[in-house]
C-alpha cells in the first residue's frame, strides 16, 4: 500500500466518506488518479465505491476495519514486529491490527505463523518463507475466526514462542475487552495459558 492509500484511508476514517473531487482536492491528484486509487481499495475490501466517491461500510468484516485508522494500526503492527526473530513460530490471533500485524511478520526468514483467522492465513500464505498453521473451529463468516473446543484442541497441541492478542479495547475498571466475549475469550484464555510471552495489539 503506497502512502497516497493510507491518505486515503485516513480521510475515509475521519469523516467515513468523501467525494473523489474531495479526495482529489486533499491529495492534490487528478480524479481520475483518485478513482484508481479508490478502485484498488475496494479490490483489497477496505472500502465500498459509491457513485461520485468511496464510503466505509459499518461491517466487521477485517479488510474494513483495517482501513479504519490505518496509518495508527500499522505503526503498532511495525513496532510488535520488532519482538520476532528468524526462525520462530508465533500465534496471531483475529483482528484489524493482527491482520497488518501478520502482514509485515510475513517478511521475517522462516517464521511460522499459527492463526484462527482464515482472512490473515490467507493474506500471508502467498508472502511467508516459512509456514502457515490455520486452527480448527467454528468458523465465523464476518470476522473469518475459527472459534470453539476444536479451536482449544488445536491450541493445546501446538508449540509456539510468542502469543500476539487482539483487543477491541482497554479500561482500567474493566480490563481486556471484545465484541465477541463467549467465543474469542475463550480461546484467548487457551492460547494464553500455552506460552510464556503474550502480547496485546
Request: glycine share 8%; proline share 1%.
Amino acid at each position: 500500500m503506497n502512502k497516497r492509500h493510507s491518505k486515503i484511508l485516513s480521510i475515509l476514517s475521519d469523516g467515513h466518506q468523501s467525494t473523489v473531487n474531495e479526495l482529489s482536492d486533499k491529495l492534490s491528484v487528478s480524479p481520475a488518479t483518485v478513482r484508481q486509487d479508490l478502485t484498488s481499495l475496494e479490490k483489497q475490501r477496505f472500502l465500498r465505491r459509491v457513485h461520485g466517491g468511496a464510503v466505509f461500510d459499518e461491517s466487521d468484516d477485517i479488510a474494513h476495519r483495517m482501513g479504519i485508522n490505518y496509518e495508527k494500526k500499522m505503526s503498532i503492527a511495525q513496532a510488535a514486529k520488532k519482538f520476532i526473530r528468524e526462525g520462530e513460530t508465533i500465534f496471531i490471533e483475529s483482528g484489524s491490527i493482527n491482520a497488518l500485524f501478520a502482514k509485515e511478520v510475513s517478511s521475517v526468514n522462516n517464521v511460522t505463523i499459527i492463526t484462527s483467522n482464515a482472512f490473515i492465513a490467507r493474506q500471508v500464505n502467498s508472502d511467508i518463507s516459512g509456514s502457515v498453521i490455520l486452527l480448527g473451529g467454528i468458523y465465523q463468516k464476518e470476522s473469518e475466526c475459527l472459534v470453539g473446543n476444536l479451536a482449544k484442541m488445536c491450541i493445546k497441541n501446538l508449540n509456539f514462542g510468542k502469543a500476539f492478542i487482539g483487543v477491541d479495547g482497554f479500561t482500567p475498571e474493566t480490563g481486556f475487552t471484545g465484541r465477541d466475549i463467549m467465543s474469542s475469550m475463550r480461546l484467548k484464555t487457551s492460547v494464553i495459558r500455552s506460552i510464556s510471552t503474550g502480547l496485546v495489539i
